[in-house]
Structure formats: C-alpha cells, structure tokens
C-alpha cells in the first residue's frame, strides 16, 4: 500500500504560479513512477506530467510544456508540479499518482494509487 497526500493548491491569477506536492508513504521502496494528472468539471482525467523514481526520466503533456516542472525528493518521498503562467484552462482538480510496476508510465490505467486531489483555480 501507497498512500499520497496532495497540497499547495488553490486560487491564482491568470499568469500566477503555484506549486503542489504530494507526499507518499508506506511501500515507497516500491515506487517506479510519480505522475500528476487533472480534471477538470465535465472533462476526463488527464496526463500532466510525470517522473521517474530513479534516474531521469520526465515527461509532460504538450499543453503544459514549458510552464510546469515536476521534480522529486526521494529522501522525502515527496513529487512537486511547478506551474507557472497559468491559464484559466489550467482550472481542475489535480491528482498525484504512483505505479509501482513500470517506469515511463503515463496512462491513467497504468498507476496503481492516487491521492485525494488538490483543487487549482485560474482566475482570468
């Protein structure tokens, strides 16, 4: 078991920036990949960004590369999204995510936990 606890959400202007982390605990050893993924009201889950426990493997959905970077901290087993100039189509509900099966995951099906979201809103 995996548990993930998202923070650092919130609301922010367009052009603003926030930066979320998720924190994991219990079988962290097992961790391939950390990913986030969003949802906005009305639309399906999507990719975000993702990482690799080890080595340095990163990868990004289009619509952010260039604003968000995610990054690790094995010694706290925590992943964060940096996300600057933010959009109002940024809007959603952000979900870290854990596969402790693959590296390079990126598909919603592909991870094992989730956390309980973290709500980010971009006020235009």
């Known amino acids: 078991q995996v548990q993930l606890v998202e923070s650092g959400g919130g609301l922010v202007q367009a052009g603003g920036s926030l930066k979320l982390s998720c924190a994991a605990s219990g079988r962290t050893f097992s961790i391939h990949t950390m990913g986030w993924f969003r949802q906005a009201p009305g639309k399906e889950r999507e990719f975000v960004a993702a990482?690799?426990?080890?080595?340095?493997?990163?990868r990004y959905a289009d619509s952010v590369k260039g604003r968000f970077t995610i990054s690790r901290d094995n010694a706290k087993n925590t992943v964060y999204l940096q996300m600057n100039s933010l959009k109002p189509e940024d809007t959603a509900v952000y979900y870290c995510?854990?596969?402790?099966?693959?590296?390079?995951?990126?598909?919603?099906?592909?991870?094992?936990?989730w956390g309980q979201g973290t709500q980010v809103t971009v006020s235009s």
């Open positions: 990482i690799n426990w080890v080595g340095y493997s990163i």
């Open positions: 995510a854990a596969d402790l099966r693959r590296y390079n995951s990126y598909r919603s099906d592909q991870f094992d936990y």
